[in-house]
Nanobody
Framework: QVQLVESGGGLVQAGGSLRLSCAAS????????MGWFRQAPGKEREFVAAINWSGSGTYYADSVKGRFTISRDNAKNTVYLQMNSLKPEDTAVYYCAASRTTWGRYAQYAYWGQGTQVTISS
């Protein structure tokens, strides 16, 4: 199995940028497709972005398409989420997740990190 630790969250003004990182340890990182999700207060967790095992395939929620970029570095066992043009509605706890079997919005993500808080001020 794999352990995931997110970092890079913080407080930024609307229009700013943040880069989240998710460091993996344990099992072979390249065996896992990865995803980012977020959960705002009082709302259900929602899908943000996904990347396949090699990084050749990515998929985004419509709400972040064109603003966020997911990438991975298998040599560093890390997946990233570059977030630009941030909006107050992007405020949430952001989680990374790992799936061995499938990838994309509806993949079976069996492993989750603890989350990192992102707060966007208006």
């Amino acid at each position: 199995q794999v352990q995931l630790v997110e970092s890079g969250g913080g407080l930024v003004q609307a229009g700013g940028s943040l880069r989240l990182s998710c460091a993996a340890s344990g099992d072979s990182f390249s065996s896992y497709a990865m995803g980012w999700f977020r959960q705002a207060p009082g709302k259900e967790r929602e899908f943000v972005a996904a990347i396949n095992w090699s990084g050749s395939g990515t998929y985004y929620a419509d709400s972040v398409k064109g603003r966020f970029t997911i990438s991975r570095d298998n040599a560093k066992n890390t997946v990233y989420l570059q977030m630009n043009s941030l909006k107050p509605e992007d405020t949430a706890v952001y989680y990374c997740a790992a799936s061995r079997t499938t990838w994309g919005r509806y993949a079976q993500y069996a492993y989750w990190g603890q989350g990192t808080q992102v707060t966007i001020s208006s």
